[in-house]
């Protein structure tokens, strides 16, 4: 189990005895801990401070143990918190009502102070474990309806293309083979793309990518991405301004924040329509680089802004001139840039524009990587 100091556990004991020995040895062993004489309070409590377990004494004044243990249980708030009833009735009948009741466990008094540690700490563990399994589950159901929802659109459209092609190709003239064989083009690089991103974000999720942390020269990865999107920007008449002092270093894998830097760079312009501009800084201390990617395009709702991040909340639109995306481009910056040790963030004020603030480690200023083409 990690940290026991984070370890919450309320104990409900109407015996200020019990209380205070239970009290000062979970004390003593580290965790944080809580008390109430009466179920009433501990159902409250429980509410209010979310303890990680419950040690439920069963004879309580008002609310018996069995009943405190069943309002918890019925409280989505409190449900998922583990009861080890703690107990001076030993019949076999009593422990089988405590897990009806839906505790977890059942220790009797006079109880052992060891064993009492090793189920709690055996609990904490299971209901750790079940949280992550949930968040997992839940990321999971949420990448499923991703590529329900958008994997689909483009094979409908790839398919409804190739049927036409199929059927009616001796009675279409070359321009609107042309025109379909582009709308093929278009849907498969789509795909392709979505795809790409899917897979990219699944194999961060596994951990299966290892980061490879380094000294990486910031002009030089944003340079390489604005020289991927230059000939778009220019197409719609954005201009983009690169201001980076030399020698700006982060320290980070240089795939992953590649794979960041392409993407705002390429959400900025695709989001500025024409005269707009699109600015890239970076400044850097001792410990930090930040790199500023500020465009003067159609900015972002307030609304849309706090789910960006988000796997499956984040909103796709169609860029000023059309361009779309798959939605997955900022989920993926984020995973990458926490996994590096860094945050991201954005502001936007609509109609007048966005700042993406990308924030690293900072490199050691000599030593840069050498890259093969450098
Ligand atoms: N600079 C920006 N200005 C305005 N809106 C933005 C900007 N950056 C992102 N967004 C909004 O956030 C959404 C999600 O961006 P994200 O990069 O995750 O996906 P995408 O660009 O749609 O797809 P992909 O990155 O896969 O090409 C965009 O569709 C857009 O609505
Ligand atoms: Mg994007």
Known sequence: MSDRNETFVLIVDDNTNNLGVLYRYLDDEGFTVLVSQDGERAVRLAREQQPDLILLDI?????????????????????????????????????????????????????NQEEVLARIV?????????????????????????????????FMGLLGALELLRDCSDDLDSETAQELIENLYGSAEKT??????????????????????????????????VQVFSAAARQKGVSVRVDIPDGTTCFA??????????????????????????TITARSNSETVTIVVAD???????????????????????????ERGTGLGLMLARDYVSRNGGTISAESVQGCGSTFRLTLPAGPTTEVEQTADS
């Open 192 to 225: 392709y793309h979505l795809l790409e991103n899917l897979l990219e974000w699944a194999r961060s999720q596994r951990r299966t990518t290892t980061i490879a942390p380094r000294a990486i020269d910031v002009a030089r990865i944003v340079s390489d991405a």
């Open 253 to 278: 894998d240089r795939d992953m924040i590649n794979t960041v830097v392409r993407n705002l760079v390429n959400n900025a312009i695709k989001f500025t329509g024409s005269d707009g501009a699109v």
């Open 59 to 111: 004879m309580l004044p008002g609310m018996n143990g069995f009943e405190t243990c069943r309002a918890l249980k019925s409280d989505e708030r409190t449900a998922g918190i583990p009861v080890i009833f703690i107990s001076a009735l030993t019949d076999v009948q009593d422990k089988v009502r405590g897990f009806r009741a839906g505790g977890v466990d059942y220790i009797t008094k006079p109880f």
């Open 122 to 154: 055996a609990h904490v563990t299971i209901k750790r474990q079940r949280e992550q399994l949930d968040e997992l589950n839940a990321t999971k159901d949420r990448l499923f309806s991703i590529i329900g929802h958008d994997l689909r659109g483009p």
């Open 296 to 322: 003067t395009g159609v900015g972002i709702a307030p609304d849309d802004l706090c789910r960006l991040f988000d796997l499956g909340r984040s909103i796709s639109r169609s860029g000023t001139g059309g």
